[in-house]
């Protein structure tokens, strides 16, 4: 496991994260398909935290796109490095994240966040701003819509419908199983909303969320109860 400090000036208030955000959505590439679904490399990555001990733990776990076998994976910990403000969780995450990815053993391919990409009040949730920092094609599967509305898709699985703010459409509501409360599919960096949903698709072929998010959410569970033992 990787122990990961602070970042040297790092945003300590929230005006100072919101210009980050100003600065870096710019940079969000959009007018890429980005990798085609179950080839290559896919990686989960995901946080679990201990807030009493103010500490933070990452997880990423690298999955073969076709199989959806474990390739490989690293977890890092860290000190809590942002207060909770909602719109500005990214801060609090990022830099036990990328120690996680860094200590991959192989090249992570497509990054799945739990969590928003475009899907954000900023048009910057993680999975835009990891994509950003790291160069990496990254998506964002949530479980809930956070602000923004949706009509409810049809009940069989692949149905969706826009997630929308206002007239914009920011993301899909994608059902994975029939019946089931749908995810919630933003794009990050470099792929399309196309082509992410049908990632999303690929990555669930048993269960609502995908498996790149389940395997990650797990081990960061783990690893954060031998961190902090």
């Given at each position: 496991?990787?122990t990961?400090?602070?970042?040297?000036?790092?945003?300590?208030?929230?005006?100072?994260?919101?210009?980050?955000?100003?600065?870096?959505?710019?940079?969000?590439?959009?007018?890429?398909p980005?990798?085609?679904?179950?080839?290559?490399?896919?990686?989960?990555?995901?946080?679990?935290?201990?807030?009493?001990?103010?500490?933070?733990?990452?997880?990423?776990?690298?999955?073969?796109?076709?199989?959806?076998?474990?390739?490989?994976?690293?977890?890092?910990?860290?000190q809590?490095?942002?207060?909770?403000?909602?719109?500005?969780?990214?801060?609090?995450?990022?830099?036990?994240?990328?120690?996680?990815?860094?200590?991959l053993?192989c090249?992570?391919g497509?990054?799945?966040?739990?969590?928003?990409?475009?899907?954000?009040?900023?048009?910057?949730?993680?999975?835009?701003?990891?994509?950003?920092?790291?160069?990496?094609?990254?998506?964002?599967?949530?479980?809930?819509p956070f602000?923004?509305t949706?009509e409810?898709?049809?009940?069989?699985?692949?149905?969706?419908?826009?997630?929308?703010?206002?007239?914009?459409?920011?993301g899909?509501?994608?059902?994975?199983r029939?019946?089931?409360?749908?995810?919630?599919?933003?794009?990050?960096?470099?792929?399309?909303?196309?082509?992410a949903?049908?990632?999303?698709?690929?990555?669930?072929?048993?269960?609502?969320?995908?498996?790149t998010?389940?395997?990650?959410?797990?081990?960061?569970?783990r690893?954060?109860?031998?961190?902090?033992?």
């Amino acid at each position: 496991m990787t122990t990961v400090a602070i970042p040297a000036g790092w945003p300590a208030t929230e005006e100072q994260a919101r210009a980050v955000q100003d600065e870096l959505r710019g940079r969000v590439v959009r007018d890429e398909p980005g990798p085609p679904p179950g080839t290559g490399y896919v990686t989960g990555v995901d946080v679990a935290y201990d807030d009493e001990r103010d500490v933070v733990v990452a997880a990423a776990v690298v999955l073969d796109a076709a199989s959806l076998g474990v390739v490989a994976e690293a977890t890092a910990v860290g000190q809590v490095s942002f207060p909770y403000v909602p719109g500005l969780l990214a801060f609090r995450e990022i830099p036990t994240v990328l120690a996680a990815l860094d200590a991959l053993q192989c090249p992570p391919g497509l990054v799945v966040c739990d969590g928003y990409g475009l899907a954000h009040p900023r048009r910057f949730g993680l999975a835009s701003h990891l994509g950003v920092l790291t160069g990496l094609p990254t998506i964002g599967v949530a479980k809930n819509p956070f602000t923004f509305t949706y009509e409810e898709p049809g009940t069989p699985r692949g149905s969706a419908s826009p997630l929308l703010a206002g007239d914009e459409e920011v993301g899909r509501a994608l059902r994975t199983r029939p019946g089931i409360k749908p995810v919630f599919v933003s794009v990050g960096h470099r792929v399309s909303l196309d082509t992410a949903c049908a990632h999303t698709l690929a990555l669930t072929p048993a269960y609502r969320l995908p498996e790149t998010t389940r395997r990650a959410d797990s081990l960061c569970r783990r690893a954060l109860k031998e961190a902090t033992l």
